[in-house]
């Protein structure tokens, strides 16, 4: 794999140049040129540069909801040689003002439906510069591209995304220039992505997922982004999708298990579907590629790895329960707590080496140190390698359960419930027991119209599982608790189980 780049906002001037006229960006009914994309970027690099000072390296937030005006603000930043610092827009006020006191950003870029919580924010900050995307206005079509090379090296910060904070204080992850191109590359390659390919957006765009694979990589390779403003109904999306012709589509698996309750048309227009962000139940897998009859390649990784690990290639065997192979240039080992590399098929810790290690977590190097060793990533994923080097994520390290000391994947029992047929939904999640370590409880949300029989459940699971593993309660529940990229909360979930069981 060969990458052959300065930086992101040089390659993105390089493909304006060489498509001008190319649409980049479907909204509704608006396009957007990539020339006029750049001439709005570059806008913006100029607003940055003279009424906020803004110097290399310092950090701009990026809080949007998903809008044209997020793609443009993205490369605008990266124009003014800034650092992007990308903000979960459902986030509150006071956890974005975490996050802009951790970076030091200097200005917060955001939208005229969030000025009331932009001006919190002010108040918090006095010194924060603030920019509403409606203040940019609009540029020709064929705006003249300024070629003028940016000067920052591969090798320097571009991007900084910070975790969930499914536990803790989020932490940000560092990506530079070369982590995020060099994902770029490597996923167009693993994926079998094409110069005439167009890419579906649907996800949140503040999203390490959507942010490579969505974003960056149709705009430094050419590809033109379907930015579909509403999901609901899913129908919604299929219409656009048909609609721009779009052929690549990266998801999450509940917009897969979605999409199987609508009738799809026969001119649909995708041929390659990614799924990443959360495990995708084999049951969803087999169900979309025999109804669906597109390639549904699952993958894996975190913000932590620019964000793609791996995934089933599309050129090559791809297996159910997979997230398939370390894309070209990554490597992967699996180890005990001792840090012993493990033989095929044993599970432990998932280790991940390569071009796509972030640079460490931004102001934290103890958290640095203790996720980096030796240039390999310590992910907190429990998972094993098969004979062939397909990866097999079991569960998060964090999750897994001990019942008589005995440790229970609550990945696995979750496979096994989806089987059962009913089940719209389903988290494993365990309750401390003082007598046997942990109480595994199934936290299921049947699907639409069925009264689910728990004795008939269980019957079902006791013939699938060691009685070790088995729940030892059902809760029924009309959602799972989720966060904004789609997550099932175990945490909430953990607490919500707890109050119910003990009730």
């Not at 030091?104 to 000025?115: D, W």
């Not at 649907?202 to 974003?215: A, C, D, K, N």
């Not at 897998?285 to 669906?292: A, G, K, P, Q």
């Not at 907190?380 to 008589?404: A, P, Q, S, W």
């Amino acid at each position: 794999m060969k990458v052959d780049m300065t930086n992101l906002a040089n390659q993105f001037t390089e493909i304006a140049q060489k498509n001008p006229n190319k649409t980049a960006i479907f909204w509704n009914e608006s396009q957007y040129s990539f020339s006029q994309a750049h001439a709005l970027a570059r806008r913006l690099a100029k607003r940055l540069r003279e009424d906020f000072d803004l110097q290399p390296g310092d950090r701009v937030g990026l809080w949007l909801k998903n809008c044209p005006e997020f793609i443009i603000s993205l490369f605008g930043i990266l124009l003014a040689e800034g650092v992007v610092v990308s903000i979960n827009c459902f986030l509150t006020p006071d956890e974005v003002g975490f996050i802009v006191e951790d970076c030091e950003a200097k200005v917060l870029i955001t939208e005229a439906s969030m000025m009331e919580s932009t001006a919190k924010l002010q108040e918090q900050f006095p010194g924060l510069g603030v920019v509403e995307v409606e203040s940019l206005g609009q540029a020709e079509r064929n705006a003249p591209v300024d070629a003028t090379p940016l000067g920052q090296a591969p090798g320097d910060l571009a991007l900084i995304i910070y975790t969930s904070g499914t536990t803790g204080k989020p932490k940000g992850a560092m990506l530079s220039h070369q982590n995020l191109m060099s994902n770029v590359t490597a996923v167009t390659e693993a994926v079998g992505i094409k110069p005439d390919d167009r890419m579906a957006v649907l996800l949140p765009m503040f999203h390490s997922f959507t942010m490579t694979v969505g974003l960056i990589l149709p705009m430094t390779q050419g590809l033109p982004i379907i930015a579909i403003k509403s999901l609901h109904p899913p129908r919604n999306i299929i219409a656009e999708i048909v609609q721009h012709g779009a052929t690549i589509m990266p998801a999450i698996p509940q917009l897969y298990r979605a999409l199987l309750n609508i009738d799809l048309p026969d001119n649909l227009p995708l041929r390659i579907c990614l799924s990443g962000a959360a495990p995708l139940p084999v049951e969803v897998l087999n169900e979309f590629n025999e109804r669906v009859g597109v390639p549904l390649l699952e993958g894996y990784g975190l913000s932590e790895t620019s964000p793609v690990a791996c995934t089933n290639p599309f050129h090559g065997q791809r297996k159910a329960g997979s997230v398939g192979l370390p894309l070209p240039g990554v490597e992967f080992q699996v180890r005990n707590d001792d840090g012993v590399v493990l033989p095929v098929g044993e599970p432990g810790e998932i280790c991940i080496k390569g071009h796509n290690i972030m640079m460490g977590y931004w102001n934290n190097p103890e958290a640095t140190e203790a996720s980096i060793k030796d240039g390999w990533l310590l992910t907190g994923d429990i998972g094993r390698l098969d004979e062939d080097g397909y990866i097999y994520i079991t569960d998060r390290k964090k999750d897994m359960l001990l019942v008589n000391g005995i440790n229970v994947y609550p990945r696995e029992v979750e496979e096994v419930i989806y089987q059962f047929g009913e089940i719209k939904e389903a988290a494993v999640v365990g309750v401390n027991d003082p007598r046997k370590g942990d109480l595994i409880v199934a936290c299921i949300v049947p699907s639409e119209g069925i009264e689910m029989d728990e004795l008939m459940l269980m019957a079902f699971l006791k013939t699938k599982l060691a009685a070790y593993k088995l729940p030892r309660k059902v809760l029924k529940m009309e959602a799972l608790p989720r966060n904004a990229t789609g997550k099932i909360l175990k945490t909430k979930l953990r607490e919500i189980a707890a109050e119910r069981i003990s009730s």
